[in-house]
């Protein structure tokens, strides 16, 4: 037998036959590997593990108190003891751009629970009872899409107070209205499947079938919207702040600190641009991981 001639069996009568070649198993190509492969969404991960970590262990990484004043240095330049300079009121940028990611983050991860709480309720409901329901429902929707969203923003925290609780009820019960028409288109193509025909024949309720049978099949999607209104949250509360309608100083916000250096960006650039990056690759990370998880969730990825 020569060295590149393939491994030989012994058939009963004597005749060599070659051995059978058994090829790996080809691995599944799992929601995982799909987002894995993505380079755009694995950076985004890191991005936002890293800016998790930030607002989890601000008070351990930033070098003072995000309120601590150094009047006799006010306006400083980015250098060795102040990484990313002093403000108008010689307070540290960079100890208070740490701080802002424990109030902007939670603000966006509550808001969206409520905002993905009550848009999906509505539209299982408009999608899968139909008639004067889903009339009602999409009319409703229909008018808080049509509202100009940061009038009633305004007018409700000036009402109620810009507490933190506030903020995140109103930004969580005013962004619901796109949420809701997605779900709703979602399930009105799942209603006419034989799984739910199935269910139906075999004594099913309405809502037993909603929650058992359709709800699980629109979970991707709501992870997919959920991480993309995370990051539409904390841009509009940024946008609230930077009006001065948002988080009530001196608590720090990224929003409020590019609004504090608007004025000054001539002479300190610094005071706006780095709470301004920072809230830029937030909102970034957040909308690439929701990128990445819409790609990697798609049924058509899945060959």
Request: positive net charge.
């Amino acid at each position: 037998m020569t060295e590149n001639s393939s491994p030989t069996s012994i058939h009963p009568y004597g005749k060599a036959l070659p051995s059978p070649i058994i090829k790996g198993t080809p691995q599944r190509n799992t929601p995982l590997r799909r987002f894995l492969r993505n380079p755009r969404a694995v950076f985004g991960l890191i991005l936002l593990v890293g800016f998790v970590l930030i607002a989890v262990f601000a008070p351990v990484i930033a070098p003072f108190e995000p309120d601590e004043q150094f009047v006799n240095d006010r306006l400083l330049p980015p250098n060795s003891t102040y990484v990313m300079g002093v403000d108008g009121l010689g307070r540290d940028v960079f100890s208070r751009a740490l701080y802002s990611a424990q109030i902007s983050i939670p603000i966006g991860i509550f808001a969206m629970l409520v905002s993905i709480l009550v848009g999906v309720t509505i539209g299982l409901l408009a999608g899968y009872l139909g008639g004067w329901v889903d009339v009602l429902l999409m009319r409703l929707t229909d008018m808080l899409l049509a509202f100009p969203v940061f009038f009633l923003l305004l007018t409700v925290t000036t009402l109620f107070g810009r507490t933190i609780p506030v903020l995140i009820l109103v930004l969580g019960l005013t962004s619901w209205g796109v949420n809701a028409r997605i779900v709703r288109g979602q399930v009105l193509a799942l209603r006419e499947k034989e799984f739910v025909e199935a269910a139906r024949s075999l004594g099913a309720g309405n809502y037993g079938i909603i929650w058992r049978h359709i709800f699980p099949n629109i979970v991707p999607l709501i992870i997919v919207d959920a991480t993309l209104r995370i990051a539409l949250v904390i841009l509009i509360e940024g946008g609230l702040s930077f009006l001065g309608v948002g988080v009530q100083p001196p608590t720090p916000s990224w929003g409020s600190m590019v609004a504090e250096g608007g004025t000054l960006l001539r002479r300190a650039w610094w005071v706006s641009v780095f709470p301004g990056a920072f809230l830029f690759l937030c909102t970034i990370s957040f909308n690439l991981v929701g990128d990445g998880l819409r790609d990697a969730l798609d049924p058509r990825m899945k060959q």
